[in-house]
């Protein structure tokens, strides 16, 4: 038996497009994993990973076709196999745990009946010995009531608690290679540690090799032995992790790297503005009448600052933007602007107040009318609250297109002819075209590419220090506010539970426990912080991983 | 330099149509363009292209096809080629002009439904309910029965049913429309509705709505020759489709086949149009389903 | 859940009576009356008033109502303008007929438009599917007169194996109902089967594309039991849907149906009714097939509400 369990050569999958055409996702990739060793897969959307990691089982989603290159598993060529081989070996020594549980699970039968099927229909295990299994993988994994939560739908358990079924579900037969796509992305930062942790426990004590599938360094640095970095569907660079985080060779790795790192601002302690340019003062609001979704928040904005707010969901801080901007009227408290209270009503401002509060959303494709051209989205403000027409209209969009670092020839272009960075520029642009005093961002660079998101970052820095423009920056992204934020106010639920200089919130100790919890899940580019974590402020967490010594 | 500006497709000229939609057409909507584009024409040219006229006398009953007459006669001695082709006048233009009439209402009644909400929305959508409650035909049988088949009884009829239909599509569309963040970004500028609906809405909405006009015209027209078919609709002797299949029915016991060229015809249409409806569905759901292709 | 189907039945009722206003509604809206309708040309003051005075057209709209919602709630139907018999027993004969026809060509149109729809989606995009598509779109395009027509002249008249006329009486044994009632079945059946294959098709195509499909092939279970253990009970909702929908319209095309093979049912009752402008005939047929439609309607969405597993097991 060699340790060598999987090797990809010279892979190549076409995709058809939804025009006809077919175009190469993966080209010619070389891939090498052996027994118990984790591999990450690192790239941006558009990467090709996660193809990758089902060619390993030698799947394609439909629409895509491998054309190319051998699939070599424990010694046999997959490609060269029929179907009904693979089939055999799908789930049973080859496993795959998907991005999103709560889409992968049959909504209309129960956990057990799912996750026992493998071992079953494969002739693995009988049903008694396949639940039993089933319910000592839960206990491993630290769910609530392992006997019982099997005989759940998977529509009465949580998310975080459906990965780990799902988690589960893989491991029953004792797969040797385990896929692993974005396991943990559309969780929120607290419940994907503990996630992490746990299944990173169980595949070091079963020993599976797996490809880890992410666009996040540091979550696959805590759990990587290697690291293969993709880009449009070629490999660009592979190593050890420690080589990849800290000595990259290529400069697409170093831009991932550090893109984490684009803007930085000095870590001082910031006091109080005196004279806000937004203050919100004792406001609660709710959607229904019944349920409050805002608690008395009090928040303030000075001028040329960047105030972050953040929380988890459901911590209502894009409820709070909407109060902002009189989409939804607090039932109690109000909002001053520049030291006059704001009337609480979108129709009752003035067409002043409206222009000098602006906001840009979180997805760029349908924050602008597919139908208008840059140059209509941009200068229609123009039109609407300074009067601009003709040629001064003209020039003023050029100009504005020329502070988002775009060449006047994108005036003609369509949205749906732009790329999401661009996209979004344009959207800044057509805040930036108000003149306003503040800028309302909701998780503007959540849908963006890393990469793509430092630039965008760097603009609004950039734009921040030539027109004193103050940002109310909207994100669950903690890692970014580090380094942008002026100030931080941390919510949960509905209330403020902490709020100050960033420096004094992300250094502990924090004053709140659930600050405290929240800055400790951030994860950070290095290879022991998951360690370290684990061990310092395990207290915090609900996990009872073993810590390596 | 970063990233950012690599992937972009060159530059294309701007265009305000897309011609690209007919060229992408496959050969059956092709052929159901041509159907549709053939029709139009005789409805327009209608008395020019004629062999005989409406009611004239040409020869003996029901009398096989000739080279004189490529259809035949009908049941009292017409020529039918003849009264197709004036029975496409009535025909295709009572049914455009319920579907024109239905659609005037429905779509005004849905976009205001969806973009004021609440009580005008609750009250609309009520109505309609109510009105959808009962089969189309059974409601029409009972206003005939009253009314009697005068065109525009006709025409009224088919308007006010079939505009519940385009008010429940067009509501459904603009709601659609209206949720989407670029609409907001209006609304938070502070523009007014009318801005919001002709400029932000509307041109959104444009292709859904014109498959559905598709679909209504083919409903509205079945539907006149059905009437007339059980003797309800067009009164004899205007030529309608319909009619025509009723008079010449009988035939059908003694082997003539009169009875089905006009029949056939009312099915030319109807597919011709649905062929072109359904590349228009399968070009948008093509476009939604290209945006949601982009994780790999 | 309970909370949820009470809400619908509630509405159902709602609804009927909603429907019944409407009918009604739907016979007050001549700018004369219906006594000047029904003399036409002959009206004169005298025989408007004679006829208006026996029809009781002369107290308000609200009482007529209520008193013939009263009546028919209590199986009287009214009296037919033209012979004055009582309108019950004519649609109880016929009304039986009606659902004898709409039964059989149900019967056969489910099961095939259902298997095809599983079998279309199943081997998507292949020449089984597009063949299926193109022919559905002729049928659903076809009106239904024209198909019975079709039938008649290739079946009854050229081969002689069925009658063309659907005249049934009392004393015909079962399989001499039966051969009557094939081909205004099978042409019932034509276009119905069409719609509901599409929809099926549609459904299922929906189903296999979600991601716990995929995840089902990735654990390597073979294809048909991906299909029938992990598709099916999640597609069984749209298609019950679909089915009742169907029957819905099935009444609505059986009335034409009826008419081209001279059917003795409600539907040609009620057409000949139409012709002849006898109002209370038309009332009470009118309210029945709405009544039956509304009651499909309801059951379809009942069902789907009793087939959804996240309704069944709340959290």
């Not at chain 1, 029953?172 to 943990?184: A, F, K, N, R, W």
């Not at chain 1, 942008?484 to 100050?500: K, L, N, P, S």
Request: net charge neutral; proline share 5%; glycine share 8%.
């Amino acid at each position: 038996m060699s340790d060598l369990l999987l090797e990809m050569r010279k892979l190549r999958v076409e995709a058809r497009g939804a025009d006809g055409a077919t175009n190469r996702i993966v080209n010619d990739v070389d891939l090498k994993l052996e027994r118990g060793e984790v591999l990450g897969l690192i790239g941006e959307s558009g990467a090709g990973k996660s193809t990758i990691g089902l060619a390993a089982m030698a799947f394609a989603r439909t629409g895509c076709r491998i054309t190319g290159g051998q699939v070599i598993f424990d010694g046999t060529d997959l490609m060269t196999q029929d179907e009904e081989t693979l089939r055999e070996m799908r789930g049973v020594r080859a496993a795959y745990i998907a991005q999103s549980a709560a889409a992968s699970f049959n909504p209309a039968k129960r956990l057990n009946d799912q996750v026992c099927e493998v071992a079953i229909r494969h002739g693995v295990m009988s049903e008694q010995d396949a639940v039993k299994r089933a319910v000592e993988l839960y206990g491993k994994l630290h769910l609530p009531d392992p006997d019982s939560i099997g005989r759940r739908y998977p529509h009465q358990v949580s998310g975080g608690q459906l990965q780990r079924v799902m988690s589960a579900m893989a491991m029953t037969c004792g797969p040797d290679l385990l896929i692993l796509d974005e396991p943990t992305t559309a969780l929120d930062v607290t419940t994907q540690i503990e996630v992490l942790a746990t299944v990173r426990d169980l595949i070091r004590q079963n020993n599976n090799a797996s490809l880890y599938i992410t666009h996040d360094l540091a979550v696959v640095a805590q759990i990587a032995d290697r690291i293969m970095v993709l880009r449009d569907g070629e490999m660009v660079e592979e190593g050890p992790t420690d080589k990849i985080l800290n000595d990259p060779d290529e400069a697409y790795t170093k831009e991932l790297v550090s893109a984490r790192q684009a803007v930085v601002k000095p870590r001082i302690q910031v006091a109080l503005p005196e004279h806000p340019v937004v203050a919100i003062k004792n406001v609660t609001a709710s959607y229904d009448g019944r349920v409050d979704v805002l608690k008395k928040i009090d928040v303030v904005i000075g001028k040329g600052e960047t105030v972050a707010i953040v929380g988890e969901s459901g911590s209502g801080k894009s409820t709070l933007a909407r109060v902002v901007t009189g989409l939804l009227p607090p039932r109690e408290g109000h909002v001053e602007f520049n030291g006059k209270p704001l009337s609480a009503a979108l129709r009752q401002r003035s067409k002043d107040d409206l222009r000098r509060i602006q906001m840009i959303y979180q997805m760029p494709d349908v924050a602008m009318n597919p139908r208008q051209s840059v140059a209509e989205i941009i200068g229609r403000p123009l039109t609407f609250y300074f009067g601009l027409t003709g040629q001064k209209r003209d020039r003023r969009v050029i100009e504005l297109l020329a502070q988002i670092d775009m060449d006047p020839v994108f005036a003609e272009r369509l949205p749906g002819q732009l790329s999401g960075g661009q996209k979004q520029r344009v959207c800044i642009a057509r805040a930036l075209a108000a003149e306003p005093d503040i800028i309302i961002c909701d998780e503007v660079t959540s849908a963006l590419d890393q990469v793509v998101a430092a630039g965008i970052l760097k603009l609004l820095d950039r734009l921040q220090k030539a027109t004193d423009i103050a940002y109310m920056f909207i994100t669950h992204d903690l890692g970014i506010v580090k380094n942008i934020a002026d100030r931080t106010v941390v919510m949960y639920q509905g209330d403020v539970v902490e709020q100050g200089s960033t420096v004094d919130i992300f250094t502990p100790p924090q004053k709140e426990d659930y600050t405290r919890k929240l800055i400790a899940s951030v994860p950070e580019m290095r290879t022991d912080w998951l360690d370290e974590v684990l061990r310092e402020r395990g207290d915090l967490f609900d996990i009872d991983a073993k810590v390596p010594a | 330099m970063t990233s950012i500006d690599q992937d972009v497709p060159p530059a294309l000229p701007r265009r305000r149509f897309d011609w690209r939609f007919f060229v992408d057409m496959p050969l059956a909507s092709k052929i159901g363009m041509f159907i549709i584009l053939v029709n139009l024409a005789v409805v327009v040219l209608g008395g020019w292209l004629a062999p005989n006229g409406e009611t004239e006398f040409v020869g003996g009953i029901w009398m096989p096809p000739s080279a004189e007459h490529l259809f035949g006669t009908d049941q009292i001695g017409r020529d039918i080629l003849s009264r197709i082709i004036y029975g496409a006048r009535t025909s295709v233009l009572i049914a455009l002009g319920a579907t024109l009439l239905s659609f005037s209402m429905g779509i005004l009644m849905g976009f205001s439904a969806a973009v004021m909400g609440g009580a005008v929305d609750q009250v609309f959508s009520r109505i309609v309910d109510a009105l959808m409650a009962i089969p189309t035909l059974i409601l029409a049988l009972v206003v005939i029965s009253v009314l009697g088949s005068e065109v525009y009884v006709l025409i009224l009829v088919i308007a006010v049913l079939d505009s519940t239909r385009v008010f429940r599509l067009s509501r459904a569309i603009a709601m659609d429309v209206t949720v989407m963040e670029f609409v907001e970004a209006a609304r938070l500028r502070g523009e007014g509705l009318w801005w919001l609906m002709r400029r932000e809405i509307l041109p959104n909405t444009v292709m859904p709505l014109i498959a559905e006009f598709g679909l209504r015209f083919c409903f509205a027209f079945l539907f006149v020759a059905a009437l007339s078919f059980l003797g309800l609709g067009v009164q004899p002797p205007h030529a309608d489709w319909g009619g025509m299949v009723k008079e010449n029915y009988n035939g059908l016991s003694y082997g003539i086949i009169a009875s089905l060229f006009p029949a056939g015809a009312i099915a030319l249409l109807t597919i011709g149009v649905n062929l072109v409806v359904d590349y228009i569905l399968a070009r948008q759901n093509r476009s939604a389903a290209a945006f949601e292709e982009q994780e790999l | 859940m309970l909370n949820l189907l009470l809400r619908r039945l509630a509405l159902g009722v709602l609804t009927l009576w909603a429907v019944s206003v409407i009918i009604f509604a739907g016979t007050e809206i001549l700018p004369g009356d219906v006594a000047t309708a029904i003399l036409g040309q002959s009206a004169t003051p005298e025989n408007t008033a004679a006829i208006r005075l026996k029809l009781g057209l002369n107290r308000p709209p609200q009482e007529r109502y209520i008193e013939w919602l009263g009546d028919f709630l209590q199986g009287d139907l009214g009296m037919s303008l033209s012979g004055q018999k009582p309108i019950a027993p004519q649609v109880g004969f016929r009304l039986g007929n009606t659902l004898m026809l709409a039964f059989f060509a149900a019967v056969i149109a489910v099961p095939l438009a259902i298997t095809l729809g599983l079998v279309a989606a199943i081997k998507q995009g292949t020449v089984f599917d597009r063949a299926i598509s193109i022919l559905t779109l002729c049928a659903i395009s076809l009106p239904e007169y024209l198909v019975g027509g079709i039938l008649v002249v290739v079946v009854a008249v050229n081969l002689r194996w069925l009658p063309s006329l659907s005249n049934v009486s009392d004393d015909m044994t079962f399989w001499q109902v039966l051969s009557i009632l094939i081909l205004p079945a099978v042409t019932l059946t034509l276009v119905t089967v069409a719609h509901m294959m599409r929809m099926t098709r549609a459904a299922v195509i929906g189903v296999m594309n979600s991601p716990y499909i995929e995840m089902a092939q990735l654990k390597g279970i073979r294809n048909w039991r991906v299909v029938v253990q992990h598709a099916l009970p999640n597609v069984l909702s749209p298609i019950i849907n679909v089915v009742v929908l169907n029957l819905a319209y099935l009444v609505v095309g059986v009335v034409i149906v009826e008419v081209v093979f001279v059917y003795p049912g409600m539907g040609k009752f009620m057409v000949d009714a139409v012709s002849k402008r006898d109002v209370p005939v038309v009332q009470a047929c009118g309210l029945i097939f709405a009544m039956i439609y509304v009651g499909l309607n309801m059951t379809a969405d009942i069902l789907s509400i009793l087939a959804n597993p996240r309704l069944r097991h709340p959290k």
